[in-house]
């Protein structure tokens, strides 16, 4: 009844264009629904790049292989999905991250049976939490978490030094900005760990978060996110 009536007061909206949703238990409305763009089934093994490679492996994963066992998306980053995720990020809205969360972890669910119990956010630095006041991957770890029936310890990863955003960076650059930036707390020693993000382009972040995961002793990192860029040709 309350959920009901809260309905009625607020009604749920699009994630994408705010627009009010005429039915129960949709997130997107119907145009947005529609455009829609899922990770192509045809991807790197490794990092989910989307592209048909040698050995299903792409070039990045076979020249520098990553600190994470896999990596994998529900959906890529186009239109909708990149919206509701720029709303979420950057326009003060929080609370999209339980229906953001119970969309990954239905869209993820093939993935998400053999994943790693413990969910870990990539971390906001502490100056850049300030300033937003909310740390949108601490929020969309603990919807998951709580989702699937799964934990999501705090504290086990940390960003120690602020880094700038990697939009319009290359990928050396981006690779650089993210070097030695986290450092992972001695509770990860032997666990198996699930690290979440909102979006993967090049893999630098993740890349640079799971070598501290693994230098402080994680058995194995696997990587998951709403969304997916195209980064190689």
């Known amino acids: 009844m309350w959920k009901a009536l809260l309905d009625l007061v607020y009604p749920p909206m699009c994630l994408a264009c705010a627009k009010v949703l005429p039915g129960v238990g949709a997130v997107f409305c119907e145009p947005c629904d529609t455009a829609l763009e899922r990770l192509p089934p045809v991807c790197c093994r490794t990092c989910a790049e989307p592209g048909a490679f040698p050995g299903n492996a792409c070039p990045r994963c076979r020249t520098v292989p990553p600190p994470f066992s896999r990596a994998w998306a529900p959906f890529s980053h186009e239109g909708p999905v990149a919206r509701a995720i720029h709303r979420f990020k950057y326009e003060d809205q929080p609370d999209l991250a339980a229906p953001l969360g119970a969309l990954l972890a239905d869209e993820a669910r093939r993935f998400l049976r053999t994943a790693p119990g413990c969910v870990v956010a990539l971390p906001l630095h502490v100056r850049r ?5 909310y740390d949108q991957a601490h929020l969309l770890a603990g919807e998951l978490a709580k989702a699937t029936g799964r934990t999501a310890p705090g504290g086990w990863l940390t960003r120690t030094r602020e880094t700038r955003r990697q939009v319009g960076l290359s990928e050396a650059e981006r690779a650089g900005n993210v070097a030695g930036a986290f450092v992972a ?20 972040t ?6 501290a995961l693994r230098e402080a002793g994680a058995a194995r990192v696997e990587v998951l996110t709403l969304a997916r860029a195209f980064t190689l040709a």
């Open 129 to 133: 939490f300030r300033k937003r006041q």
């Open 185 to 204: 707390s001695r509770a990860v020693k032997g666990q198996e760990v699930l690290l979440l993000d909102d979006v993967f382009t090049t893999g630098s």
């Open 206 to 211: 993740a890349r640079a978060a799971g070598v």
